[in-house]
């Protein structure tokens, strides 16, 4: 979560939504992987935790969070 005391609508208002598209990439990324090894996807359980998920796109993609 990112924690911010900034008093800006935009700014508050793109971390939500940055977030919420952070957390269906993760979703989508295991229901992927769920399917490619079982063939179904029988539990809600995630094969792939956020913390994988975070470690990769963070090494991949650059995201981390602002100084």
Do not use: H
């Not at 208002?13 to 979703?27: E, Q």
């Not at 539990?43 to 975070?54: E, G, K, R, S």
């Amino acid at each position: 979560m990112v924690q911010t005391t900034s008093t800006e609508r935009d700014y508050r208002f793109f971390n939500v939504a940055f977030a919420c598209v952070l957390y269906n990439v993760w979703r989508f990324v295991d229901l992927l992987v769920k399917l490619t090894i079982d063939g179904e996807n029988r539990t809600y359980a995630p094969l792939v935790d956020a913390n994988q998920f975070l470690t990769v796109a963070k090494r991949w993609y650059s995201l981390d969070p602002p100084d």
